[in-house]
Nanobody, 128 residues
Framework: QVQLVESGGGLVQAGGSLRLSCAASERTFSSYAMGWFRQAPGKEREFVAVIRWSGGSTYYADSVKGRFTISRDNAQNTVYLQMNSLKPEDTAVYYC?????????????????????WGQGNQVTVSS
């Protein structure tokens, strides 16, 4: 069973940048689509971004498009989320997740119940 371990969260001022990392325990990681989700206090978990197993395709939530970049290094079994121009409303616990997805069906790719493997969560706090 794939285990996902996240790192890289923290406190940053508005306009700053952070990079989250998510390391997988198994080489089978390279066959999974990998997504990032976030959950702010009192809110439901929401989709942020997803990347295809090959790394060749990505999809983003409108709220982060143009500011966040998802990438992966299959040789290192790691997926990244580069977050630039951070805003206070980006404050949340961020989770990485893995799944075998049919690529191209947005409703599936952006739904948290489509993912079977989850990291422990990592707090990102953006101060104004």
């Amino acid at each position: 069973q794939v285990q996902l371990v996240e790192s890289g969260g923290g406190l940053v001022q508005a306009g700053g940048s952070l990079r989250l990392s998510c390391a997988a325990s198994e080489r089978t990681f390279s066959s999974y689509a990998m997504g990032w989700f976030r959950q702010a206090p009192g809110k439901e978990r929401e989709f942020v971004a997803v990347i295809r197993w090959s790394g060749g395709s990505t999809y983003y939530a409108d709220s982060v498009k143009g500011r966040f970049t998802i990438s992966r290094d299959n040789a290192q079994n790691t997926v990244y989320l580069q977050m630039n121009s951070l805003k206070p409303e980006d404050t949340a616990v961020y989770y990485c997740a893995g799944a075998h997805l049919v690529w191209g069906i947005i409703a599936t790719m952006s739904r948290d119940t489509s993912y079977g493997y989850w990291g422990q969560g990592n707090q990102v706090t953006v101060s104004s």
